[in-house]
């Protein structure tokens, strides 16, 4: 049972373009959390979904983010216009029910925006 | 507005030695705690939790301390190993917020030889 996959492991923007990062969750799994984790900083939760639904996206920043979970295929997190301040280490965690204490993390998607 | 807090941002242990990290949080919502430990170019790994109602959880060398009056727990390891070396978060679930979890910025663990 391969564990949560996140690709790419890193990826490089310039100022100004998209970046997309996928999450593969665990085999069984419909729920995924989204967190970000900046520099000397803890993991902040961005974005909570289950299958074609967002349930809770209240620590996404306003604009440039969003993340779908389409019923087929790995979750998408989508930054656009990229800014120096969006460089960060994004995890991708997948529970098998709503209890995020349940979850398992990816080894995560580090951004580096240039 | 930092839920919760792990004061001390690095800790240095001899091996053989007991580990105590320290963790507190000021929402008194909060129903579930969690450590994970975290290697550089990894993603966390669970090590141990502990709910609300309890006091003190147990497994292997890990054991963790929760006193609710203080808003505080702690992670004990003993004895520590060279593989502890790593950096150790807090999390909180619950707190009537958002539905992920709320980490502490984390503690970086050496294990001296």
């Known amino acids: 049972n391969a564990g949560v996959m996140q690709n790419p492991r890193h990826l490089v923007r310039r100022r100004g373009q998209e970046a997309r990062l996928r999450c593969s969750p665990m085999k069984g799994h419909s729920h995924v959390y989204w967190y970000r984790q900046l520099p000397e900083e803890g993991l902040k939760f961005m974005v909570y979904?289950?299958?074609?639904?967002?349930?809770?996206e209240s620590g996404m920043p306003k604009e440039r983010f969003s993340a779908e979970f389409p019923k087929e295929g790995p979750s998408i997190l989508r930054i656009q216009q990229v800014v120096r301040g969006d460089s960060a280490a994004y995890f991708c965690?997948?529970?098998?029910?709503?209890?995020?204490?349940?979850?398992?993390f990816g080894q995560g998607t580090r951004l580096t925006v240039v | 507005d930092q839920q919760v807090k792990q004061n001390s941002p690095s800790l240095s242990v001899q091996e053989g030695r007991i580990s105590i990290l320290n963790c507190d949080y000021t929402?008194?919502?909060?129903?579930?705690f969690l450590w994970y430990k975290k290697y550089p170019a990894e993603g966390p790994t669970f090590l141990i939790s502990i709910s609300s109602i309890k006091d003190k959880n147990e497994d292997g060398r890990f054991t963790v301390f929760l006193n609710k009056s203080a808003k505080h727990l702690s992670l004990h390891i003993v004895p520590s190993q060279p593989g502890d070396s790593a950096v150790y978060f807090c999390?909180?679930?619950?707190?009537?917020?958002?539905?992920?979890?709320?980490f502490g910025k984390g503690t970086h663990l050496i294990i001296q030889p």
């Open positions: 929402n008194s919502m909060f129903d579930y």
């Open positions: 965690a997948s529970s098998p029910s709503f209890k995020n204490t349940e979850a398992f």
């Open positions: 999390a909180a679930s619950g707190g009537g917020g958002a539905d992920g979890l709320t």
């Open positions: 979904l289950q299958k074609e639904n967002i349930i809770d």
